[in-house]
């Protein structure tokens, strides 16, 4: 079964910057691709940010360009999600998922695995 954490999340400042993990402790995000996506209140889930399994290659929403940066370490099991220039609008709980493909996209779908969620609050 697969157990991914979602770490790191909690309250900051418009143009504050929070760093999320997401660890992977059954290792199923081997050879597969993860993502972030995040879910404001009262709105559905939307993509963030993925990346592929090797070799860095990453996509994001457009509402996010510039200022998150997705990355993974491996050998550490564990995905990361730098955010930067916080807007309150980027308020909302904030998952990781693990992919069934080795490429990284934005359906949902392709995310069968996934963590319970941060809750990252942006203040004006």
């Known amino acids: 079964q697969v157990q991914l954490r979602e770490s790191g999340g909690g309250l900051v400042q418009a143009g504050g910057s929070l760093r999320l993990s997401c660890a992977d402790s059954?290792?199923?995000?081997?050879?597969?691709?993860m993502a972030w996506f995040r879910q404001a209140p009262g709105k559905e889930r939307q993509f963030v940010g993925a990346?592929?399994?090797?070799?860095?290659?990453?996509i994001y929403d457009d509402s996010v360009k510039g200022r998150f940066t997705v990355s993974r370490d491996n050998t550490k099991n564990t995905m990361y999600l730098q955010m930067n220039n916080l807007k309150p609008e980027d308020t909302a709980v904030y998952y990781c998922?693990?992919?069934?493909?080795?490429?990284?996209?934005?359906?949902?779908?392709?995310?069968?695995?996934w963590g319970q969620g941060t809750q990252v609050t942006v203040s004006s």
């Open positions: 998922a693990t992919s069934r493909f080795s490429t990284e996209t934005k359906r949902q779908s392709d995310y069968p695995y």
């Open positions: 990346i592929r399994w090797r070799g860095g290659d990453t």
């Open positions: 059954k290792r199923t995000s081997r050879n597969n691709a």
